[in-house]
């Protein structure tokens, strides 16, 4: 069950990322425009990271995101993906005010990996210390040279997309288990409540068919 739940949603969304990359309507309508900010915001900081500038980009940013969300189990995913989504589309449109359109699963990427990198360290603190360093060089290299490291001459890169999606990962890779065990809580006390009311509901009928 964990593992079909972990392919639906690398599934969903590589399908929605080559919807939205190969149909330019689409496409306009969910990239995310730094310079003219409105409304549109609030839909456009997630379906933004689902838009490719071409079939290169589309291939690696797919590529990457489908090794890593395969590695981690779908809820640590979809968690990473509901945060850093919101958190790299505000650094983007905070640090690059003139940019006509941002796309591309980069930055998320980036906070998946560190996820990743985190929950393998609890196994092997080496492996997960070398993929953090791995991130942030790869991340250096990219603001020093001015393009990406795969993609090359397609678009002009966002580093600070993939800074942003560092710090997101970090953010949940650290503090995931504390929202987890709120979100327990909230849960069993709700089903809690929902017997409490119901045995009280079932006595206070008793009592009026009984008096």
Partial sequence: MKNHARILLIAAVLSASAILTFCPETAGAAALRPNHCDVSFLWRMFTCH????SAEHLFYDGICFAIIASMLPAWKTLACLAISARVVAIA??????EMTAYGGLSGVNCA???VWA???AKQSKTIGGLALVAIIAKTLFEIQAG????VTNTFIPANMAHVAGIVAGVFCGICGKPFLKMIDIAVNYSKFSKRLFSASSFTRSFRELFP
């Fill in 50 to 53: 689902l838009v490719h500038w």
């Fill in 92 to 97: 983007v449109t905070l640090a690059y005010p």
């Fill in 147 to 150: 393009h990406t490291f795969f």
């Fill in 112 to 114: 998946l990996f560190v």
């Fill in 118 to 120: 985190l929950h393998i």
